[in-house]
Protein backbone atom coordinates (compact mmCIF):
# COMPACT_ATOMS: atom_id res chain seq x y z
CA UNK A 1 0.00 0.00 0.00
CA UNK A 2 2.41 2.31 0.25
CA UNK A 3 3.87 1.47 -2.63
CA UNK A 4 0.46 2.67 -4.33
CA UNK A 5 0.64 6.22 -2.25
CA UNK A 6 3.89 6.26 -3.94
CA UNK A 7 3.27 5.66 -7.43
CA UNK A 8 0.22 8.09 -7.13
CA UNK A 9 2.23 10.89 -5.61
CA UNK A 10 5.04 10.78 -8.60
CA UNK A 11 5.14 13.03 -11.43
CA UNK A 12 3.32 11.90 -14.92
CA UNK A 13 7.17 11.59 -16.65
CA UNK A 14 7.91 9.59 -13.92
CA UNK A 15 5.59 6.88 -14.53
CA UNK A 16 5.89 7.26 -18.17
CA UNK A 17 2.68 9.36 -19.26
CA UNK A 18 3.93 12.01 -21.68
CA UNK A 19 2.67 15.72 -22.05
CA UNK A 20 2.30 15.46 -25.41
CA UNK A 21 -1.42 14.73 -24.16
CA UNK A 22 -0.80 18.16 -23.00
CA UNK A 23 0.15 19.71 -25.88
CA UNK A 24 -2.76 18.03 -28.24
CA UNK A 25 -5.33 19.05 -26.03
CA UNK A 26 -4.35 22.78 -26.51
CA UNK A 27 -3.61 22.56 -30.32
CA UNK A 28 -7.20 21.14 -30.90
CA UNK A 29 -8.25 23.85 -28.52
CA UNK A 30 -6.45 25.88 -31.09
CA UNK A 31 -7.84 24.63 -33.99
CA UNK A 32 -11.37 24.72 -32.89
CA UNK A 33 -11.45 28.34 -31.55
CA UNK A 34 -9.98 29.38 -35.21
CA UNK A 35 -12.86 27.34 -36.76
CA UNK A 36 -15.27 28.95 -34.28
CA UNK A 37 -14.16 32.36 -35.30
CA UNK A 38 -14.06 31.27 -38.89
CA UNK A 39 -17.69 29.87 -38.84
CA UNK A 40 -18.57 32.56 -36.86
CA UNK A 41 -17.31 35.19 -39.55
CA UNK A 42 -18.99 33.38 -42.69
CA UNK A 43 -22.38 34.12 -40.76
CA UNK A 44 -22.02 37.37 -40.26
CA UNK A 45 -21.06 37.42 -43.67
CA UNK A 46 -24.17 35.33 -44.79
CA UNK A 47 -26.37 37.37 -42.53
CA UNK A 48 -25.17 40.54 -43.56
CA UNK A 49 -26.31 39.24 -47.19
CA UNK A 50 -29.55 38.87 -45.99
CA UNK A 51 -30.34 41.61 -44.64
CA UNK A 52 -29.09 43.39 -47.84
CA UNK A 53 -31.36 40.91 -50.11
CA UNK A 54 -34.65 41.25 -47.77
CA UNK A 55 -33.75 45.38 -48.16
CA UNK A 56 -33.66 45.21 -52.36
CA UNK A 57 -36.60 42.75 -52.38
CA UNK A 58 -38.76 45.49 -50.13
CA UNK A 59 -37.75 48.07 -52.31
CA UNK A 60 -38.60 46.28 -55.36
CA UNK A 61 -42.01 45.24 -54.46
CA UNK A 62 -42.64 48.78 -53.07
CA UNK A 63 -41.66 49.75 -56.61
CA UNK A 64 -43.71 47.61 -58.14
CA UNK A 65 -46.79 48.54 -55.83
CA UNK A 66 -45.91 51.91 -57.36
CA UNK A 67 -46.11 51.77 -60.91
CA UNK A 68 -48.50 48.99 -60.90
CA UNK A 69 -51.52 50.70 -62.90
CA UNK A 70 -48.43 52.34 -65.06
CA UNK A 71 -49.67 50.72 -68.50
CA UNK A 72 -53.52 51.00 -67.71
CA UNK A 73 -52.73 55.26 -66.88
CA UNK A 74 -50.92 54.93 -70.61
CA UNK A 75 -53.70 53.68 -72.15
CA UNK A 76 -56.34 55.91 -70.71
CA UNK A 77 -53.99 59.14 -72.11
CA UNK A 78 -55.76 59.24 -75.81
CA UNK A 79 -59.13 59.32 -74.14
CA UNK A 80 -58.10 62.16 -72.63
CA UNK A 81 -56.20 63.95 -75.80
CA UNK A 82 -59.90 63.15 -76.98
CA UNK A 83 -61.68 64.68 -75.02
CA UNK A 84 -59.38 68.08 -74.92
CA UNK A 85 -60.06 68.30 -79.04
CA UNK A 86 -63.74 67.77 -78.75
CA UNK A 87 -63.47 70.79 -76.69
CA UNK A 88 -61.45 72.82 -78.45
CA UNK A 89 -63.11 72.12 -81.43
CA UNK A 90 -66.49 72.29 -80.36
CA UNK A 91 -65.68 76.07 -78.16
CA UNK A 92 -65.56 77.21 -82.09
CA UNK A 93 -69.35 76.07 -83.31
CA UNK A 94 -71.17 77.24 -79.87
CA UNK A 95 -72.51 74.09 -78.91
CA UNK A 96 -72.59 74.72 -75.42
CA UNK A 97 -74.76 71.54 -74.20
CA UNK A 98 -71.66 69.51 -75.71
CA UNK A 99 -69.22 71.91 -74.03
CA UNK A 100 -70.47 71.53 -70.59
CA UNK A 101 -70.81 67.83 -70.64
CA UNK A 102 -67.43 67.13 -72.42
CA UNK A 103 -66.06 69.47 -69.76
CA UNK A 104 -67.48 67.16 -66.84
CA UNK A 105 -65.98 64.23 -67.97
CA UNK A 106 -62.64 65.49 -69.04
CA UNK A 107 -62.30 67.20 -65.14
CA UNK A 108 -63.78 63.69 -63.39
CA UNK A 109 -61.49 61.61 -65.69
CA UNK A 110 -58.65 64.07 -64.54
CA UNK A 111 -59.63 63.97 -60.70
CA UNK A 112 -59.61 60.07 -61.21
CA UNK A 113 -55.81 59.83 -62.65
CA UNK A 114 -54.73 62.39 -60.07
CA UNK A 115 -56.12 60.41 -57.31
CA UNK A 116 -53.57 57.93 -58.27
CA UNK A 117 -50.46 59.96 -59.19
CA UNK A 118 -50.78 61.35 -62.88
CA UNK A 119 -50.23 65.34 -63.23
CA UNK A 120 -49.24 66.74 -66.15
CA UNK A 121 -46.42 68.36 -67.34
CA UNK A 122 -46.43 72.38 -67.05
CA UNK A 123 -44.94 72.98 -70.50
CA UNK A 124 -46.24 76.48 -71.81
CA UNK A 125 -44.08 79.13 -70.31
CA UNK A 126 -41.58 76.90 -68.55
CA UNK A 127 -37.76 76.61 -70.04
CA UNK A 128 -37.21 73.66 -72.70
CA UNK A 129 -36.38 70.59 -70.77
CA UNK A 130 -35.92 67.21 -73.07
CA UNK A 131 -36.48 65.08 -69.52
CA UNK A 132 -40.04 65.95 -69.85
CA UNK A 133 -40.68 68.20 -73.27
CA UNK A 134 -40.33 66.84 -77.14
CA UNK A 135 -39.59 69.73 -79.37
CA UNK A 136 -41.36 69.38 -82.49
CA UNK A 137 -40.51 73.25 -84.38
CA UNK A 138 -38.78 76.00 -83.12
CA UNK A 139 -40.32 79.23 -83.84
CA UNK A 140 -38.03 82.75 -83.83
CA UNK A 141 -39.38 84.68 -81.13
CA UNK A 142 -38.06 88.25 -79.50
CA UNK A 143 -40.90 88.46 -76.76
CA UNK A 144 -39.68 85.55 -74.50
CA UNK A 145 -36.40 83.87 -73.98
CA UNK A 146 -34.32 81.57 -75.97
CA UNK A 147 -35.20 78.26 -75.34
CA UNK A 148 -38.93 78.60 -73.75
CA UNK A 149 -41.78 76.71 -74.73
CA UNK A 150 -44.60 79.10 -76.13
CA UNK A 151 -46.72 76.45 -77.25
CA UNK A 152 -47.98 72.97 -76.82
CA UNK A 153 -49.88 70.23 -79.59
CA UNK A 154 -49.77 67.38 -76.88
CA UNK A 155 -49.96 67.46 -72.96
CA UNK A 156 -47.02 65.42 -71.19
CA UNK A 157 -48.09 63.43 -68.03
CA UNK A 158 -46.14 61.91 -65.24
CA UNK A 159 -47.04 59.14 -63.36
CA UNK A 160 -45.63 59.15 -59.65
CA UNK A 161 -42.81 61.60 -60.83
CA UNK A 162 -41.57 59.64 -63.71
CA UNK A 163 -42.47 61.12 -67.00
CA UNK A 164 -45.38 58.34 -68.59
CA UNK A 165 -45.34 60.87 -72.07
CA UNK A 166 -43.26 63.75 -72.93
CA UNK A 167 -45.40 67.07 -73.86
CA UNK A 168 -44.66 67.65 -77.76
CA UNK A 169 -44.06 71.41 -77.62
CA UNK A 170 -42.80 74.56 -79.97
CA UNK A 171 -39.91 75.82 -78.44
CA UNK A 172 -38.64 79.39 -78.75
CA UNK A 173 -35.26 80.81 -80.51
CA UNK A 174 -34.27 84.35 -80.37
CA UNK A 175 -33.60 85.82 -84.22
CA UNK A 176 -30.30 85.64 -85.26
CA UNK A 177 -29.55 89.49 -86.23
Known sequence: MVE????????PEEIGISLEIE??????????QAELADTKDKYLRLYAEFENYKKKVQKDREELIKY????LVYE?????????MA??????????SLIKGVENTLRELNRILEKFGV????????????AYHHAMSQVEREDVENNTVVEEFR????????V???????VSKKSSN
Not at 4 to 11: A, Q, Y
Open 119 to 130: KFVEAVGKPFDP
Open 76 to 84: LLPALDNLE
Open 164 to 170: LRPSLVV
Open 23 to 32: DKTAEAVESI
Open 155 to 162: KGYLYNEK
Open 87 to 96: LKHSAEKNSE
Open 68 to 71: SNES
Open 4 to 11: EKNEESKK
